[in-house]
């Protein structure tokens, strides 16, 4: 396991931040963490990049404890807080060279990361010249500077244009190749484009721990109709598979379906069978989004 959270619990003061919560990433997994604003996302990555201590529960890094062992950790993890803290006097080259001395990395890998995150064309550039898509490229390359086998993203993509967030998220994803990423992010978009897997955590305890590819293959669909009038529930419950009718809006039906294949064809047979009128006919496809705001509104 890249990483391993049993138990973990945050209190501060009278507020518990991270309330029990347990998961585990496996090696070469990108998994995406969801959360409203206030969930305990950061605090979380905190730990896991020994910034803070947790209050209880056990954490560890490719099999070092966080707390215990944090230089083993700190040589495993590269870490890209929300706010982004470069050096905006110097060049990019400049500044990697110094983090590689912090690092104890040998220069030669310097090179290598800015070829890996497409900045060797800005090495000679002040960052504080650069856009902030490739002012986030200086983060990652810094994070990789050690070669860690464990990337933590926190927002990496925040207040970047369409552009800048399709290059960084093509970045990420060959990233994830060859690492570990563990990322946080509001745009329910990158984790769908990114991730293989999204863990969703609202007041400090996790509330869905799934694939995406369980999301994709959801065996359950929701078609949405509307008729010329109203037509009885139990009448439209007579359709093949159906296990749920609700008429959310006047002559308006949600009518939910077991089963993967689409069922729209069978409404409209069924309306034409019946001399009902079919004004719209849309399926309401189960996402990322729909999951997250049933969770944490």
């Known amino acids: 396991m890249s990483i391993e959270v049993e138990n973990i619990s945050k209190v501060y003061g009278e507020q518990k931040a991270l309330n029990n919560i347990s998961f585990s990433v496996n090696t070469g997994e990108i998994v995406g963490f969801l959360g409203p604003n206030g969930a305990g996302k950061s605090t979380l990555m905190k730990i896991l990049t020994t910034y803070i201590n947790a209050s209880e529960g056990v954490a560890k890094v490719s099999g070092f404890d966080v707390e215990s062992h944090k230089q ?9 807080p929300e706010h982004n803290p470069l ?4 060049y990019v080259k ?12 040998s220069k030669s890998r310097i ?10 064309p800005e090495a000679h550039k ?5 856009s902030k898509g490739y002012r986030q490229r200086v983060g990652l390359a810094n994070a990789l500077l050690h070669d860690p086998s464990v990337l933590i993203l926190d927002e990496p993509t925040t207040g970047l244009d369409p552009n800048q967030l399709i290059d960084i998220r093509h970045l990420i994803k060959n990233i994830g190749k060859d690492k570990t990423v563990f990322l946080s992010t509001h745009i329910m978009q990158e984790v769908e484009a990114i991730c293989d897997r999204v863990i ?18 959801d065996k359950e669909q929701t078609i949405i109709v509307e008729f010329d009038y109203r037509v009885e529930d ?35 047979d069924f309306a034409h069978d019946n001399e009902l009128k079919i004004l719209q006919l849309n399926q309401k496809n189960a996402s990322l989004e729909s999951l997250f705001r049933e969770l944490t509104a």
């Open 72 to 80: 083993e950790v700190q040589k495993n993890v590269g870490y890209l």
């Open 87 to 90: 050096y905006l006097e110097m």
């Open 94 to 105: 400049e500044y990697l060279e110094f983090n590689a001395s912090v690092y104890k990395t």
């Open 111 to 120: 090179n290598d990361v800015l070829e890996l995150t497409g900045l060797t």
């Open 126 to 130: 002040k960052i504080g010249q650069l």
């Open 200 to 217: 969703i955590i609202n007041k400090g305890q996790i509330v869905a721990d799934k694939k995406l590819k369980e999301l994709r293959d």
């Open 234 to 268: 139990a009448f439209l419950l007579k359709l093949p598979n159906a296990k749920t009718v609700k008429n959310t809006h006047d002559f308006i039906y949600e009518i939910t379906f077991s089963g993967s294949e689409d069922m729209r064809s069978n409404v409209f």
